[in-house]
């Protein structure tokens, strides 16, 4: 499903890149997912997280304290996963269906 969707993403104009942020276990990247997590840290309003699970936004909490989540934007497909994003300190988090359409409607927000 996820390839799916990242697929549909970009075929809608999107620019994709993957995360492993959920597992039973905080998810160890290798260089090339680190570089995309540190430029998300560096310009998060620049970036938009798509969350699908509770653990995910705890896990990005425990990896970058610091990383002024305040400025950063998540996208969550469950009012659990919501409350999950915005105590991890995200400034903007919006609930949507779990769906490609609503992501893609979400990203076309104003002030996005």
Not at 21 to 37: E, G, H, I, L
Request: aromatic residues 8%.
């Amino acid at each position: 499903g996820r390839n799916w969707m990242g697929d549909t993403l970009r075929a809608a104009g999107a620019e994709v890149a993957y995360l492993t942020a959920y597992r039973r276990v905080t998810p160890v990247w290798d260089a090339a997912a680190q570089a995309t997590f540190d430029a998300a840290c560096a310009e998060p309003g620049a970036f938009v997280w798509l969350l699908s699970s509770s653990e995910a936004a705890r896990h990005l909490a425990a990896l970058a304290p610091p990383a002024g989540w305040t400025a950063a934007q998540a996208l969550a497909t469950h009012p659990r996963i919501a409350e999950a994003a915005r105590a991890a300190g995200f400034g903007r988090v919006d609930l949507i269906a779990p769906s490609v359409q609503a992501v893609v409607q979400a990203l076309r927000m104003p002030g996005r």
